[in-house]
């Protein structure tokens, strides 16, 4: 399992393709994102005609370690583009539509790292590299709104969770991957 973080427009997720089409000529590529306006309809549709046309692509942010588990086909490696958003489109769901003030962040991101917990385990079961891409949050200021801070919160300990179990990290700084572990 491999990690790539950075900062918005960094160069991620195409320093993660490019290294994973290195290794793979086959691609599973786990799109979290979801279609909420026109411009993110545009920005899906800019990373879909970015790749490969012969990459196979699954799209959605629940239940990933079983999608590595009965959707990978046996030589292809993974991308997962990417955790943060994942971890937004999983605490949305998971609030059912409560407001931010009456949420119980606490239980909400011990069930969102029940969902990265088994994707972890599928990913180091994976006999194919798999990369996750996410975002480096941490290095901003602190967010006004108590929903923002909490997120920043989650996602951080998240990547960090996911840090420990990678093989290796790459922080990105200006299109340039900077390798941390």
């Known amino acids: 399992m491999i990690l790539v973080t950075g900062g918005a427009r960094s160069g991620k ?10 290794q793979c000529e086959q691609v599973l590529y786990i799109a979290t994102a979801q279609v909420t306006d026109e411009e993110m309809a545009a920005r899906i549709e800019q990373h ?5 046309a012969h990459w196979r692509t699954w799209e959605g942010h629940q239940d990933l370690g079983l999608v590595i588990r009965q959707h ?8 997962l583009e990417c955790v943060t958003t994942l971890i937004a489109n999983l605490l949305f769901d998971l609030s059912g539509g409560i407001p931010p003030e009456e949420l119980d962040f606490a239980l909400l991101e011990v069930l969102i790292h029940h969902q990265l ?6 990913s180091l079961m994976c006999p194919m590299p798999v990369y996750l ?5 941490g290095m ?3 967010p006004e709104n108590r929903l923002a801070r909490h997120f920043v919160d989650i996602a951080g300990r ?3 969770k996911l840090a ?3 093989k290796e990290v790459w922080l990105m700084v200006s299109g340039i991957g900077v390798k941390v572990k």
């Open 48 to 52: 879909k005609q970015a790749r490969p």
């Open 133 to 137: 891409v996410t975002n480096e949050l």
């Open 117 to 122: 917990d088994d994707f972890i385990d599928a």
């Open 158 to 160: 998240a990547n960090q």
């Open 72 to 79: 990978r086909q046996p030589q292809e490696g993974v991308i």
């Open 140 to 142: 901003g200021i602190t």
């Open 13 to 22: 997720s195409s320093y993660a393709e490019r290294l994973l089409a290195e």
């Open 164 to 166: 420990r179990a990678a």
